[in-house]
């Protein structure tokens, strides 16, 4: 018997909202991880996923969050693409620093961005901007291969 696979279900986005302050960044990758967890994502691409949202939340805190303002984090799954969106009211645009501009430990967060996730950006808003990345999961199941077909 044939049987069809149903369309992928989009899994509801979740977003939370994070203050000004150290603690945010920990307590964004904690909200980050649970939700991998919920929709089954583990493994080296929730480990891939969890840091990008560090590196987010940490350059939203650092460059992007005006004092007593804050950001937004924003989880979404549809299909096989996950995206994380990191919202911030601040000014100015991010841009990947690089470990030859000078041996500052700080400066590499967007290139662990880009060289983590299948696809990244910025997106103006008012006020601020919003900084995404994706992350496509694999949709070969284990156990067959690439190059089978029917």
Do not use: Q
Request: net charge neutral; proline share 7%; with cysteine.
């Amino acid at each position: 018997m044939n049987r069809e696979t149903p369309p992928p279900t989009p899994r509801a986005p979740r977003e939370r909202f994070y203050r000004r302050e150290c603690r945010s960044v920990p307590a964004a990758r904690a909200f980050a991880a649970l939700t991998l967890v919920d929709w089954g994502i583990d493994g080296e691409r929730a480990d891939d996923i969890t840091l990008c949202v560090s590196e987010l939340a940490t350059n939203a805190l650092v460059h992007g969050v005006p004092p007593g303002r804050g950001f937004r984090l924003r989880l979404g799954h549809v299909g096989g693409v996950l995206r994380v969106e990191v919202h911030d009211s601040g000014g100015g645009w991010p841009r990947c620093g690089g470990a030859a501009e000078d041996a500052a430990e700080s400066g590499r967060g967007l290139l662990l961005v880009a060289a983590l996730s299948d696809k990244w950006g910025v997106t103006e808003c008012d006020p601020g901007k919003t900084v995404w990345a994706e992350f496509v999961r694999d949709r070969i199941p284990s156990g067959t291969s690439e190059a089978a077909s029917c």
